[in-house]
């Protein structure tokens, strides 16, 4: 599925990162820096696995073969909700954002519907299946891309439908639905089954899985506003339904540990020699904050809480 992908990306971004294997552009990533190391990365390596995830994040090309023109028009705002799933600001995001990011992080196999054929297995993967042509956008004689997509085929053109999370064109549930038909009809021929009476069953059948699919979406759809998520108040973690929006907040999914015990010491003055092993601080701007239980902050996710000691709680509290 593709929230396994999804978090295999992520978890190799971490370690990427953890280990300074990665651009330094992608160590505190922010809007322009992602967006420069689009830039960076498109000149280095660009394959023809990856047009979909270039077309779907930026657009349609301004040149026959080029997408670094696309890339440098668009604007650096386009970049935060991939920059808010990096930090972990958020845990829900558009697939074309997991996509951008397993090419900018080399992730493989990539895209998703190779990494789901090998069930994530490279080892497994042949060299047609995985197309890694590199070449830099600025080479007139480069063409990578014309066998995967028409010219005619742009963002404009497609008509997308989510469900649940769920994206897929107009183009792609015709060419499934060609092909359940073609399956079903070579299954009545097998049979034996008459063309006549094979196309009204195939019909039927067809219309049986058409309304499965709408039931289906249907009731994940309801599944997903029924779903509880959280957000920071600012001193605690509060609870609300996953469709419910919060000014200038960031809703999570819920994390039931940090909802009922993550909160924020809003009077440190209260701490004494028994808080050591029970608080936890940081240092924010240059002012301390301490909290009462271990993680990262909840407004950097990248900020790690460390356990107070005695020392500090002498120089920063006590003594004051």
């Given at each position: ?19 300074g294997a990665i651009s330094v552009n ?132 497609e008509t997308k439908v989510h469900i ?21 009809q070579s299954l009545f021929e097998n ?130």
């Amino acid at each position: 599925m593709f929230e396994d992908y999804k978090e295999k990306v992520i978890l190799t971004y971490q370690e990427k990162r953890d280990a300074g294997a990665i651009s330094v552009n992608l160590l505190r990533p922010s809007p322009g820096k992602i967006k420069d190391e689009c830039l960076i990365v498109y000149q280095e390596r660009c394959s023809k696995k990856d047009e979909r995830a270039f077309r779907l994040f930026f657009g349609p090309k301004d040149h026959i073969t080029d997408y670094g023109q696309s890339i440098s028009k668009l604007e650096i705002d386009k970049f935060r909700p991939l920059m808010n799933f990096m930090n972990r600001r958020t845990n829900v995001t558009e697939d074309k954002n997991i996509e951008l990011l397993a090419w900018l992080i080399d992730f493989e196999p990539r895209p998703y519907q190779i990494w789901n054929n090998f069930k994530g297995d490279p080892t497994t993967l042949t060299a047609s299946e995985i197309i890694n042509e590199p070449a830099t956008a600025v080479d007139n004689n480069f063409q990578p891309f014309t066998s995967l997509y028409r010219p005619e085929d742009t963002e404009d053109k497609e008509t997308k439908v989510h469900i649940a999370g769920i994206s897929t064109t107009e183009t792609e549930i015709k060419e499934e639905t060609e092909t359940t038909n073609h399956e079903i009809q070579s299954l009545f021929e097998n049979q034996g089954v008459s063309h006549k009476k094979g196309s009204k069953i195939r019909k039927t059948i067809t219309s049986f899985m058409i309304i499965l699919a709408a039931s289906g979406g249907t009731y994940q759809l309801a599944s997903l506003q029924n779903q509880e998520c959280m957000y920071w108040t600012g001193d605690h973690y509060k609870r609300i339904s996953c469709n419910q929006k919060v000014k200038d907040a960031t809703v999570l999914a819920l994390d039931t540990a940090k909802a009922a015990h993550l909160r924020k010491i809003t009077q440190p003055d209260t701490l004494t020699q028994s808080s050591v092993g029970k608080v936890w601080y940081t240092k924010i701007d240059g002012e301390l904050e301490f909290y009462t239980a271990d993680g990262y902050h909840p407004m950097y996710n990248d900020v790690r809480l460390k356990p107070i000691t005695v020392y500090m709680l002498n120089k920063y509290i006590l003594r004051k």
